[in-house]
């Protein structure tokens, strides 16, 4: 009996251990699509706070996981009549870090997630997501929807590592004299954009999920 209730300890343990992503509404992927061209009707130009501005991700793995912060380069976005038409931000993969280790894991997990295993910092020192479509309101069809106070759906091309993909997103978007800010939380596939290091679960402990949760906080101002 007492090897019994060992056994399922161990079992209750290791479930436990075992990471999913957080919980967040899975973005839809697809092949790149075009930028529509500018519009020059509209001129209400908004450049995105750097400071304010952030980019976060959580990666996992079976016996835990990793959160970090990417941190914006440069970044505008476009409002005609309360619309957002356009926008792209630039993140700066130089100042990737994660926080959630002692200095010395942080920042050897940094300098793993810099090199060609994952972002290629050296090649590829930025990533950017360029919009390609806002519209108001969520996709209805689906179904248990995580982010409940999401306003918008926007669309745009998130380009890592080389590869360009349409992703699409529902997302907090508020305005304001002179700002216009827009919040969001979305899990991807890291493997649609070539980043595939650890991605085979026969690795077991040191398999590394493919589903990465994102959240983005932009803040633009005139």
Known sequence: MKKT????????????????APKADNAATGEAQAVPMADSNVNAAYMV??????????GTKPVGKHHGIIGVKEGSVSVDADMIKSGKIVMDLNTLRTDDQDSTGNAKLTGHLMSPDF???????????????????????VKDLVMKDATHTITGNL???????????PAKVMMS????????????????WGLSYGNDKSLKDKFISPTVNIQMHVVAKK
């Open 119 to 141: 972002f290629d910092v050296a090649k590829y020192p930025t990533a950017d997501f360029e919009i390609t479509s806002v519209t108001a309101g969520v996709d209805t069809s």
């Open 5 to 20: 209730l060992l056994t399922f300890a161990a079992a209750g343990m290791l479930l436990a251990s075992c990471q999913d």
């Open 159 to 169: 380009t890592m590592k080389g590869v360009s993909k349409s992703v699409s997103f």
């Open 177 to 192: 004299a002179g700002q216009v800010t827009a919040d969001a939380n979305f899990n991807i596939d890291r493997t649609q």
């Open 49 to 58: 706070d750097l400071g304010e501005s952030r980019v976060e991700f959580v």
